[in-house]
């Protein structure tokens, strides 16, 4: 016999709305206890712990426990862009007369561990544009590759190449957002950018939030790089 994709299965897992609430309350990328999934999502402490079972059994969430406490994250990358698509095809649900997605988290964002919003889409078009990331020869559109013009320019950042190729996951991948509906950089590369640019204080991530603030420093090395930033920063 041969095992397949129990597709019915992972579709009632992240049907529910208590279930898929927590999975983007997870893509914030911190490990948040059950107690904190509960108060974000609304319901009884018990009934978190419930779904965060389904969670488990099927992959989606991984558990690390630290003292008394439990801490869940989402198990992977796979995750992830299983939530970051869902956000693409899903219709728009308004509940106001508020805009369906704030301005910030379209501005700039992190998707998991990269960024995303126009920072993160306009970044990658720079990238490609000067040609530090060229189509990886002979694979998936998707995949990109560092061209020996974007080694000098990324290590010149500060930007480890060789660990972030150590990791194990894909190093640099198109990665289409949901907001702008164009890509922005994925995998290991990507989240290595983002890492940079933090302890560079280029960027801030807001508190509890995926939302990002680029900062003074930030607006001009970005724009020295070709990033043309139209919004304010609001960290000062």
């Known amino acids: 016999m041969t095992a397949e994709p129990d597709l019915p299965r992972i579709a009632a897992t992240v049907g ?25 999502t609304s319901i009884e402490p018990a009934t978190a712990t419930s779904h965060l079972k389904r969670l488990l059994d099927d992959g989606l969430v991984a558990c690390t426990a630290q003292g008394r406490h439990k801490y869940f994250r989402l198990a992977s990358e796979h995750v992830a862009q299983l939530v970051e698509t869902l956000m693409r095809v899903a ?15 379209r501005q700039a964002r992190y998707c998991y561990d990269h960024l995303a919003g126009s920072l993160g889409t306009g970044l990658l078009a720079v990238m490609l544009n000067k040609r530090w990331l060229v189509p990886q ?24 190449l060789d660990e972030a190729q150590r990791r194990r996951r894909q ?14 950089l994925g995998g290991a590369l990507g989240a290595a950018l983002a890492e940079r640019f933090t302890t560079l204080n280029w960027i801030v991530r807001k508190k509890h939030s995926r939302v990002v603030q680029i900062t003074a420093a930030g607006t001009g090395e970005l724009g020295r790089i070709g990033l043309r930033l139209e919004h304010e920063d609001h960290t000062r």
């Not at 190093?171 to 922005?184: K, N, T």
């Open 16 to 40: 529910d709305p208590r279930r898929i609430q927590m999975l983007v309350l997870l893509m914030e990328g911190r490990a948040l206890t059950a107690k904190e999934l509960a108060l974000g």
């Open 91 to 105: 219709p728009p649900r308004t509940t106001s007369a508020q805009p369906a997605t704030p301005e910030p988290i």
């Open 137 to 160: 020869a002979g694979a998936d559109a998707r995949m990109l590759e560092v061209s020996a013009r974007g080694v000098k320019a990324l290590s010149a950042l500060g930007v480890d």
């Open 171 to 184: 190093f640099a991948c198109r990665c289409l957002d949901w907001s702008e509906r164009q890509d922005h």
